[in-house]
């Protein structure tokens, strides 16, 4: 059995903090006068943290001074670690602990490529934090997703080559960037917004370990993915 590099996302992958992102700027936006919908919201996932900003204010027609926009962020973000503070176990997204555990068991690398800046914190307090052999997260990138630097990153630290990596994303920019880093993208959620990456599942429950296993086997791979019986 080849070793893999498989990598997860956080937000939306691991854990749903959208909902918190999506309140906590939400709030924030309303205190300058902008307002935005749950679907302006898809367009902020697996992007960093200035540039969810800079988006909101184009969204608004706002511009703000440099010291109120990083005001601004930094109150974003306290707010959402109100929320972050509150979370539990509980919050994992289902199946996610079986999937982890079964590839830690086939002793596969496994690694976190995120965009935020509070993966460590988030992990620690969902207790997943040991499961991971290399954490990249918004602290460790110059260029966010769509740029495959995060991924490209976690590849090195786990000494495994990019071709052999595998990327769970939720995000459009996330597909994006693990295809630029030529790694097997799996996008998880909604397939038509997702269509660019090589398999679409609705959640971690959709994945059979039969599947794991086809892709530590070299069975599937980024080739003969028209070849499967996947919606693609
Ligand atoms: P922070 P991911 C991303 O996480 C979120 O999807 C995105 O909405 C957020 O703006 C970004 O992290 C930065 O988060 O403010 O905590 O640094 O999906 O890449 O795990
Ligand atoms: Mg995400």
Redesign the pocket.
């Known amino acids: 059995m080849t070793k893999k590099g498989f990598i997860f996302?956080?937000?939306?992958?691991?854990v749903d903090?959208?909902k918190y992102?999506f309140l906590a700027?939400k709030k924030l936006a309303k205190g300058v006068g902008v307002d935005f919908t749950e679907i302006q919201?898809e367009q902020?996932?697996?992007?960093?943290?200035q540039?969810?900003l800079e988006k909101i204010l184009e969204w608004g027609n706002k511009t703000l001074s440099e010291e109120e926009f990083n005001r601004l962020?930094s109150l974003?973000?306290e707010d959402?670690l109100t929320y972050?503070e509150n979370m539990k176990e509980e919050e994992i997204l289902p199946d996610v602990p079986k999937v982890l555990n079964f590839l830690i068991s086939k002793e596969q690398p496994l690694a976190?490529?995120?965009?935020?800046?509070?993966?460590h914190t988030?992990l620690d307090k969902v207790n997943l934090l040991e499961k991971f052999d290399a954490i990249v997260?918004?602290?460790g990138v110059k260029i966010?997703?769509p740029n495959p630097e995060?991924f490209l990153n976690a590849a090195k630290l786990l000494g495994v080559n990019p071709n052999d990596c595998i990327v769970f994303?939720?995000?459009k920019?996330?597909i994006e960037a693990a295809n630029a880093a030529h790694m097997i993208s799996i996008g998880i959620g909604d397939q038509s917004v997702l269509n660019e990456a090589d398999y679409v599942f609705k959640d971690f429950t959709e994945i059979s370990l039969d599947f794991l296993e086809d892709i530590m086997a070299n069975k599937i791979t980024k080739q003969t993915k028209t070849n499967l019986s996947n919606d693609k």
Do not use: P
């Open positions: 996302d956080l937000d939306g992958v691991i903090t959208a992102h700027w919201n902020l996932k697996g992007v960093s943290r540039k969810s962020m974003k973000n959402y972050v976190l490529g995120s965009a935020s800046k509070n993966a988030i997260d918004g602290n966010g997703k995060v994303e939720d995000a920019a996330g």
